[in-house]
């Protein structure tokens, strides 16, 4: 199975909505599976119309310090060696505070009276469902005040690759950190999408040196290219030898689609066209 991941480095671009019609376009020639990446805030389901998943399981990809009192002695080394500032000693005895344990597992090593145990916690849980394109959707969403997305990312790409699909096609989340690397990793290919705005162009730049530590091939999606100036990306792709995929013109349509749950390729005639030019010209990136 080929591996496509769409990034954005910048919030708020269009990222998931091109992504929606882009696995529609997808879906007309090859067998696809989406994966939802964007686990803090998983919306890709929401696009397609979708409000209830056929199934949910819960996961685990993180752990948690427990005390046990009989044990403990008070000394108070894991309070002194816990770096999160997770654990508070009161009356003597440590106590971890509400959502703070990153499970690290410092304090289990320092205890002299092996007081400390590491617990697997439910983070997550992911979802799949049919979407009424004929593909699958997979889903995580982190439990509240839990952490761990990286990991959760993992899990939700391990369950799209067993989908029968030729093609995952993943929406990571914005941003340049754990989940987005969790995403981009052992992708075939990626897409960043981005837009003129000083911000925009910023946080494309350090998408793209993401991609390029990781040694993946990329395109770049100019979204709303008509709302300011779009010279200074064009000229950066050129400079880079970054191939630019699209320009797509802002269109309040994008927006009215969002609204209406459906992606913009099955709302309006003339973005069929569009995502069909992206599809054939990352397909030859992917597919010999
Ligand atoms: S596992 Fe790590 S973060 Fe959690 S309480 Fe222990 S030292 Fe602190
Ligand atoms: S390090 Fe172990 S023995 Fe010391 S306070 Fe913490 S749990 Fe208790």
């Known amino acids: 199975m080929k591996k496509i991941t769409v990034l954005s480095g910048k919030g708020g671009v269009g990222k998931s909505s091109i992504t929606a019609s882009l696995a529609i376009s997808i879906a007309e020639k090859h067998r696809i599976a ?15 119309g979708i409000n209830k998943f056929d199934e949910w399981s819960s996961i685990t990809t993180k752990e948690k310090a427990s005390f046990d009192y009989q044990k403990c002695n008070s000394c108070g080394k894991c309070f002194d060696a816990c ?6 000693m009161i009356d003597d005895r440590p106590l971890l505070k509400q959502f703070s344990c990153e499970g690290c597992g410092v304090c289990e090593i320092v205890c002299p009276s092996k007081a400390i145990t590491m617990l697997p916690i439910d983070n997550a849980k992911i979802g799949i469902a ?3 394109y004929g593909f699958n959707i997979y889903s995580a969403q982190l439990n509240i005040g839990e952490s761990g997305s990286g990991g959760i990312v993992s899990e939700v790409k ?11 096609l993943i929406d990571s989340a914005a941003g340049i950190g754990c989940p987005v690397i969790a995403s981009v990793s052992g992708s075939d290919y990626a897409i960043i999408v981005t837009e003129p705005t000083p911000t925009g162009f910023h946080d494309m730049k350090r998408a793209i040196e993401i991609l390029k530590h990781f040694k993946i ?5 100019i979204n709303k290219y008509d709302i300011n100036d779009c010279s200074n990306i064009e000229d950066y792709a050129a400079a880079n030898s970054i191939s630019v995929l699209s320009k797509i013109p802002y269109d309040k349509a994008f927006a009215k689609a969002l609204v209406n749950c459906i992606p913009i390729i099955s709302t309006s005639p003339s973005y069929k066209a569009i995502f069909e030019d992206i599809r054939d010209k990352v397909l030859k990136n992917v597919i010999p």
């Open 130 to 132: 049919l979407t009424k």
């Open 217 to 221: 091939k990329f395109g770049l999606i």
């Open 158 to 168: 391990k369950m799209a690759q067993d989908a029968q699909a030729d093609i995952m």
């Open 34 to 48: 989406c994966a939802d990446c964007d686990v803090d805030a998983s919306n890709l389901s929401l696009i397609f």
């Open 83 to 88: 770096h999160f500032k997770s654990i508070e």
